[in-house]
């Protein structure tokens, strides 16, 4: 049974405006030390290869995932989330800087853009423990709509 041509168009915008139902596909965890990019005042070399390290430890990482998994992630929208793995909180801007590397190497693993205008949401979050109990890293989880 068809219905009137404007609420076809009302249901079909409406779909449109509706949340993604995302679907997990991969969850890595990386052992990485992340810090406060921000409020560090280490020389710029140190900070150059803090990065570096991030980089290749989530790129490695990401490279052992299954090539099924990357299939389900190409061309479709994306929502990482990106949880850090640390001693102490940090705030929201600061977080967000410190999982800088991280999120580049994502990106570069999805080959795309991790600007605003890209497929990929970005989410972080944060979870404190204390030293002895867990080693610094960050989970990285990988959804797709």
């Given at each position: 049974?068809?219905?009137?041509?404007?609420?076809?168009?009302?249901?079909?915008?409406?779909?449109?405006?509706?949340?993604?139902?995302?679907?997990?596909?991969?969850?890595?965890l990386?052992?990485?030390?992340?810090?406060?990019?921000?409020?560090?005042?280490?020389?710029?070399?140190?900070?150059?290869?803090?990065?570096?390290?991030?980089?290749?430890?989530?790129?490695s990482?990401?490279?052992?995932?299954?090539?099924?998994?990357?299939?389900?992630?190409?061309?479709?929208?994306?929502?990482?989330?990106?949880?850090?793995?640390?001693?102490?909180?940090?705030?929201?801007?600061?977080?967000?800087?410190?999982?800088?590397?991280?999120?580049d190497?994502?990106?570069?693993?999805?080959?795309?853009?991790?600007g605003?205008?890209?497929?990929?949401?970005?989410?972080?979050?944060?979870?404190?423990?204390?030293?002895?109990?867990?080693?610094?890293?960050?989970?990285?989880?990988?959804?797709?709509?």
């Amino acid at each position: 049974m068809t219905g009137c041509p404007r609420c076809v168009a009302l249901e079909a915008e409406l779909a449109r405006l509706r949340p993604p139902a995302w679907r997990p596909v991969a969850e890595v965890l990386v052992e990485v030390a992340t810090v406060s990019e921000a409020n560090s005042r280490d020389h710029h070399h140190t900070r150059a290869a803090r990065v570096r390290r991030q980089r290749e430890a989530v790129t490695s990482r990401l490279e052992s995932l299954h090539p099924e998994d990357r299939y389900h992630l190409a061309a479709r929208r994306v929502r990482c989330t990106l949880t850090r793995l640390g001693a102490k909180s940090l705030d929201d801007d600061n977080l967000t800087g410190a999982l800088k590397g991280v999120r580049d190497a994502v990106a570069a693993w999805l080959g795309c853009d991790d600007g605003p205008s890209g497929p990929v949401t970005w989410v972080y979050g944060q979870e404190a423990h204390r030293r002895w109990a867990l080693r610094p890293g960050v989970r990285i989880t990988l959804e797709a709509a």
